[in-house]
């Protein structure tokens, strides 16, 4: 599937200079080296309605993403406010799905981190639900020079 992914980072995270998550399910805080056992936590769309979230994929979907060479799983939710269904990550852009992939980024400055962001924005393939064993470039992005 053709997904628009962009990236948040430790700096930008929801609260700003953290590492929270909204739907923990391997993670405790948002994170992963992007191997099959040990994905990176992906942030996705949601609606807000008679205080029920509704995520665009479910906590626990796991995708790989060729580009980068990481697999990631779906872990926390990307839009705030009271009516996040109203913004990119649940409308998507261009019918696409939006995907918010954590690129880390606390052991590296925000500008670093900001320039890892913007170097992997873009439509790009997904493969939801894959199997374990495609190439791994092991390692946070950011963390990791944005090595891709």
Request: glycine fraction near 14%.
């Amino acid at each position: 599937m053709t997904v628009y992914l962009t990236g948040y980072s430790y700096w930008d995270n929801t609260p700003p200079g953290s590492a929270a998550i909204a739907k923990p399910v391997i993670h405790r805080q948002a994170g992963g080296v992007g191997t099959y056992n040990d994905p990176i936590t992906l942030a996705v769309g949601h609606s807000y309605a008679g205080g029920r979230h509704s995520m665009v994929f479910p906590a626990g979907t796991r995708f790989y993403l060729p580009k980068i060479k990481r697999y990631a799983i779906v872990e926390d939710l990307c839009g705030d406010g009271s009516a996040p269904q109203n913004g990119p990550c649940y409308t998507g852009k261009n019918g696409r799905p939006w995907l918010d992939i954590y690129v880390g980024g606390k052991s590296v400055s925000p500008a670093f981190a900001d320039r890892c962001m913007y170097a992997l924005t873009g439509m790009q393939q997904a493969i939801m639900n894959p199997q374990p064993g495609y190439e791994v470039i092991s390692g946070a992005l950011a963390d990791t020079g944005c090595r891709f």
